[in-house]
């Protein structure tokens, strides 16, 4: 009987590529998120303070 409980502790200990796999793919998918917000926002801003820039030039 003890026997069996050590294998399957020390299957259930074991972790694999397979087994972690999920934890990268969510990693990945939250990083290409961020990027795209973080491009995003850059041409956002970039936008506003070019019209602000030339609205102050003009007077």
Excluded: P, Q
């Amino acid at each position: 009987m003890s026997d069996d409980m050590s294998k399957s502790s020390s299957t259930a200990n074991e972790l694999g590529l397979a087994n972690v796999g999920g934890v990268f793919v969510v990693l990945m998918g939250g990083m290409g998120i961020a990027c795209v917000i973080a491009v995003c926002e850059f041409v956002w801003k970039s936008r506003k303070v070019a019209i602000e820039e030339r609205v102050s030039e003009v007077r």
